[in-house]
């Protein structure tokens, strides 16, 4: 069974800091890895999409990087603002069929708090 | 492009009463999944929808929680009796399809407080 754990539970820091999340997952057999934000009483919104074959993505000042073969990812956020605060989920997708088709095993997140 | 619906955006109810939510997926998209988030923990599948027929249910408390999507567009979710362990935000999410590839769009979320 897949399991999906996220380090730190929750980070402070100062506005313009350079941070990373991290994420790890037991079963390397991922067809890819995504990163989520969830803001207080708002759904989840995808941030970057890392195919199981991809080493990293990049969104502006956003980084995510996979290694699949240790079972890690990291987010890297650039010059964090205020805004960044939120929850960060990541998730995995397996590379299985039957039921387990399309199904996202997540993480508990990182309560981000960037203060100015 | 309208995004994911959902509705009540809160619900608080005692325990042992029933509870109904409802969501509405973006046009076309064939799959819809409901989660359960708990505080501080990540959203957790409790079914899958490709159309209207389930692909996956095996994390949902049968006993207790039903889900229908009869048409292959809206669906609802139902907790009768609720228990304080409901108390969660439920999410609902659509993709094109169920295929791997397929990214899931997430509505706002429903949460519940069963007292």
């Known amino acids: 069974k897949q399991e999906v754990t996220q380090i730190p539970a929750a980070l402070s820091v100062p506005e313009g800091e350079n941070l990373v999340l991290n994420c790890s997952f037991t079963?390397?057999?991922?067809?890819?890895l995504q990163w989520f934000r969830q803001d207080p009483g708002k759904g989840l919104t995808s941030l970057l999409l890392?195919?199981?074959?991809?080493r990293e993505q990049t969104s502006g000042r956003l980084n995510a990087s996979l290694d699949k073969s240790s079972g890690r990812s990291t987010l890297y956020i650039a010059a964090s603002q205020p805004g960044d605060s939120a929850t960060y989920l990541c998730?995995?997708?397996?590379?299985?069929?039957?039921?387990?088709?399309?199904?996202?095993?997540f993480g508990q997140g990182t309560i981000l708090t960037v203060h100015p | 492009e309208a995004g994911v619906a959902q509705s009540p955006r809160y619900k608080i109810i005692e325990k042992r009463q029933s509870v109904a939510f409802w969501c509405n997926p973006i046009?076309?998209?064939?799959?819809l999944y409901w989660y359960q988030q708990i505080l501080g923990q990540g959203p957790k599948l409790l079914i899958q929808?490709?159309?209207?027929?389930?692909?996956?249910d095996s994390q949902l408390p049968k006993d207790r929680f039903s889900a229908e999507r009869l048409k292959g567009v809206d669906s609802t979710l139902k907790i009768q009796p609720a228990k304080l362990e409901d108390s969660a935000v439920y999410l609902c999410?659509?993709?094109?399809?169920?295929?791997?590839?397929?990214?899931?769009?997430f509505g706002p979320g429903t949460r519940l407080t069963v007292l």
């Open positions: 999410a659509s993709s094109l399809t169920r295929g791997r590839s397929n990214e899931q769009f």
């Open positions: 079963d390397s057999a991922i067809y890819n």
């Open positions: 890392i195919q199981s074959s991809q």
């Open positions: 998730a995995v997708r397996p590379n299985a069929g039957g039921t387990s088709y399309g199904k996202l095993t």
């Open positions: 046009s076309g998209h064939a799959t």
């Open positions: 929808f490709q159309n209207n027929g389930v692909v996956d």
